[in-house]
DNA sequence: GCAATATGTTCTTACTCAGAACTTATTTAT
DNA sequence: ATAAATAAGTTCTGAGTAAGAACATATTGC
């Protein structure tokens, strides 16, 4: 018997409802990324004709995701071309379940956190205890959710590792959820589609779509937060996963032979060598005071003396692994960007150019040469405009499909 | 005045010309790197509607790409479907300068090497004797170029730095070639076009589409020759080249924080502890006898004592630092598949247990769980297809570009 | 031999974008 | 002020695409 391969999907063929689809996309992306276009900007941008540019934007009009604006203020000769926003009304119900709280969010099509709810529970939320607290917000806000807004669904960023098809929570540690099929089951209670993903998936996907990645087609992201430090790989604006999408674990590079054991198994991990613990430690600062430790660090290295030379020398110590790291990966990936978040993005804040000679002095000529640095943008908003983007994803990639899904509410 | 941004070219649209163009490069790309397929099998991997399929092979046969065969023994019910192959007289001229030869070789759409000529050179070529050289050889082929094959172009590939764009060879050390317009001196010479393009990134993408990379859409290549460690990342097929072309720099990770000072300014990379020349020195073989590498180190891993101790204990040692810059490299790319050329390969070879379970009891679970480990395969083919896939680029594209491109040779 | 199955072939249809011609709105030159 | 130049929106036509229906063909299995 001949030995007929499973036909992987390999590459899709193209037909003509792909052509409008992904032009429509195109346009609503654009739209969607930067907040406001014109015409005439998208007919630069996409090479498409300008007759064709006009029925793709009445399109997106008739379906209710975008509208036009009076032009700016023409600076040249030619007729203004009139500007393209998304509706501010069309939303996504973003929502974070943590160990201490689930905070729900309102959040437009143009990126605005419209509304942030943070409601804190007494112990761990188990899954039907966050299914419970979304819909009782959500019921809250169903009359001003019918009436002034059109919902495209909800997203979830979870704290673990979610299964990419059928959003079924494999496992939350600090949450203690195992194979939870929670996408289903609050979906069952909103009657609203919901898309759940990993944390840290959301946060650089919003932090590379609105904030320090905005532009940078390729980059890569390191956070560091109390339990370790994770990143994730942006490639083409998609975040790259992997075989089975777990990469872009940065935390585990080598960056000193004769380090500690990391409970990886290896010894001197990056995750292992720099940590927040040692700064707050060094600034006299428990794990509880992590939200001052911004403050308190940056404060002593604006101060005219500089840092006390413990906490220098720690900041220097720390800077130094990191730049270990990232000449490695600078090598290996030859990026257009770094961008860093969490602690990270403090150490990088105290002294920059700790960071930036440390790596610029090892790392390769040519890769070494392109390279910026960057300090995540996005605070607060960050994981409900990461959680939004789930929602607002299907939408994106196709835009004429709110028809169908939004039958029902409108 | 607002700022305007300046339009990068973004995402293009697709227009109708992009979906034909795209069908026939997905069908004439199947036909290429899987040697055969069937328009059945076409038509289910694609999507597309047999009628489509019919018409876009129809036109594949028409521009001389492929030919149609008779079916396979059908093995099931319904009439059995063609066979397309990709034409054998289709071919490209590869040509590989080095610094004691210029290997020249005839090589068909299918990935065959038809001819391989190694003109040996006194002294290192300029750029000017090896087009000298391909002329040469090329005009001693035309006979037979003209009358039984038709020729898409040529593809160099050169050990150096080359432009992306224009084919300019920016540096080539070993050759001491700098800002040479390579391709176009080439293209003048033989009235074919040129597209040149570095060694190292030809060799992966033939490794990649027909050796041992073959079905990894995804997978990172690291390669050990005398000069070093280079290597690349296969992301869907296509080579990741970093912001600006230089990714895939694997030598430079860190293995060893007490190693010795690397060229490149850094401590303790991978290939200042992992290298050819030492391999060598143990076996007491000099630079000279890099070829005999392969069969003296296997044949003494092949003895039923074992290698002789201080051979294991090196390629032990070897082996492990290089599983330390793998599971770093694991961890953050989750690959599906590591090759390993050169060198590499061999280590790999001659105690793959050592390198595995370096990696794997080392590595995060998630991103070990699925990597496998491959020698790289293509032996002395392997620049001679990676030099013809540059030629062939063009055409596998744009399939219908071959119409214009062949029309004097024709 | 006949039914079932799978594929190739032909023709029609719906849909897409490009482009030409025209209209509209702005700046710049006279 | 007025006209010319410039740039973009609008409308309509046309070329080209893939899908799908209907039919033709070639194989397996009963």
């Not at 009436?147 to 929570?169: D, K, N």
């Not at 390191?222 to 994730?232: F, K, T």
Request: proline fraction near 5%.
């Amino acid at each position: 018997m001949a030995s007929m391969e499973q036909s992987r999907p390999a590459q899709r063929g193209n037909n003509l409802d792909d052509v409008r689809r992904n032009n429509l996309a195109i346009v609503l992306g654009l739209a969607h990324v930067r907040g406001r276009v014109s015409r005439a900007e998208v007919t630069k941008m996409t090479g498409l004709n300008r007759s064709t540019v006009g029925g793709l934007v009445a399109e997106l009009v008739d379906l209710g995701l975008v509208d036009e604006q009076e032009p700016d203020a023409a600076n040249h000769a030619g007729r203004p071309s009139a500007i393209i926003v998304p509706r501010a009304d069309i939303v996504a119900i973003a929502v974070n379940p943590e160990v201490d709280a689930v905070t729900i969010g309102l959040v437009s099509l143009s990126g605005q956190v419209l509304k942030r709810i943070r409601y804190d529970t007494a112990r761990v939320p188990t899954p039907e205890e966050v299914v419970n607290i979304v819909g009782a917000v959500v019921a809250g806000m169903r009359g001003e959710l019918d009436s002034s807004f059109r919902t495209v669904g909800v997203g979830v960023a979870v704290p673990g590792l979610v299964r990419e098809s059928g959003g079924e929570v494999v496992v939350a540690p600090h949450l203690d959820w195992h194979n939870v099929p929670f996408s289903a089951m609050l979906s069952d209670a909103l009657d609203l589609p919901v898309v759940s993903s990993n944390d840290a998936s959301a946060a650089i996907s919003a932090e590379s779509t609105f904030g320090a990645g905005r532009g940078a087609r390729q980059h890569i992201y390191l956070n560091g937060g109390a339990s370790g430090i994770g990143g994730g790989i942006v490639i083409n604006n998609e975040l790259f996963p992997g075989v089975s999408g777990f990469a872009g674990e940065f935390g585990h590079s080598l960056v000193n032979s004769e380090g500690s054991l990391c409970h990886c198994g290896a010894y001197g991990c990056l995750e292992t060598e720099v940590r927040q613990s040692a700064l707050l430690a060094v600034l006299g600062l428990d794990a509880a005071d992590s939200e001052q430790l911004e403050n308190v660090l940056l404060a002593q290295f604006a101060r005219p003396e500089g840092a006390e030379p413990q906490v220098a020398e720690l900041v220097n110590k720390q800077l130094t692994f990191l730049a270990e790291a990232l000449r490695g990966t600078v090598n290996i990936f030859n990026p257009e960007l770094v961008i860093l978040g969490g602690f990270l993005g403090l150490l990088y804040a105290a002294a920059p150019e700790v960071l930036e000679s440390g790596v610029r002095d090892r790392a390769l000529m040519g890769p070494r040469g392109d390279v910026r640095f960057a300090r995540a943008e996005l605070g607060l908003d960050l994981l409900m405009i990461g959680a939004a983007q789930l929602a607002f994803a299907p939408v994106l990639a196709d835009p004429a499909s709110i028809t169908k899904s939004l039958l029902k509410s409108s």
